[in-house]
């Protein structure tokens, strides 16, 4: 049983340029949570998907950053127009529901912006 | 507001000595509080977790945690560290509530000599 799937490991954008970050969940579940990892900070929450739903997105930044899950593939973190600042570990976790349950992380997306 | 408080930085510990992870958390209500660890370059993974009954929680790898309502605390505990116990350690808070958000403290990055 495939684990929380991230993809890209590692992805290097210039500044301007778009990033997309692709997160499959595991199987069976169909909760999925974004969180950006800053070097030297803890995990910060930024939106929350069920498949075709938007739940919360309030730790997104305002402009650039959006988020989706269709109903058919992979939730997609897309950062337009990239700056320094967004260089960041980018964290996808799912779970089977919206409980306090514990998620289960994917191994990440390292995003570097040069 | 909620928050997330791990005040160690940096720990060194030898190997076969005990190790004690503290973490204080700020919440209203009773909190669901989480231990995960992250090795260089990978995920975050599921320690142990706590939501109701026995304040003491046993969780993978030897650890344990213990919930102290009234110090605000969940200090990860283990008797015997192991070379390959050496990582960064998160302590997390979620709501009551029904929602997901999950609260990180910066962590906790463990050293551990031969």
């Known amino acids: 049983n495939a684990g929380v799937m991230q993809n890209p490991r590692h992805l290097v954008r210039r500044r301007g340029q778009e990033a997309r970050l692709r997160c499959s969940p595991m199987k069976g579940h169909s909760h999925v949570y974004w969180y950006r990892q800053l070097p030297e900070e803890g995990l910060k929450f930024m939106v929350y998907?069920?498949?075709?739903?938007?739940?919360?997105e309030s730790g997104m930044p305002k402009e650039r950053f959006s988020a989706e899950f269709p109903k058919e593939g992979p939730s997609i973190l897309r950062i337009q127009q990239v700056v320094r600042g967004d260089s960041a570990a980018y964290f996808c976790a799912s779970s089977p529901g919206g409980q306090n349950l514990g998620y289960t992380f994917g191994s990440g997306t390292r995003l570097t912006v040069v | 507001a909620q928050s997330v408080t791990q005040p160690d930085i940096h720990i060194t510990v030898s190997e076969g000595a005990s190790l004690e992870l503290r973490c204080n958390y700020s919440y209203g209500a009773t909190p669901y509080l989480f231990w995960y660890v992250q090795s260089p370059g990978q995920g975050l993974q599921l320690l142990l977790k706590y939501f109701s009954g026995d304040t003491l929680v046993q969780g993978i790898k030897g650890f344990e945690a213990e919930f102290k309502r009234s110090q605000s605390s969940f200090n990860l505990r283990k008797p015997s560290v192991h070379w390959s116990d050496a990582a960064e350690y998160f302590c997390a808070v979620g709501t009551s509530s029904g929602t997901y958000k999950y609260i990180f403290g910066t962590g906790t990055r463990l050293k551990v000599l031969a």
């Open positions: 998907l069920q498949k075709e739903n938007i739940i919360d």
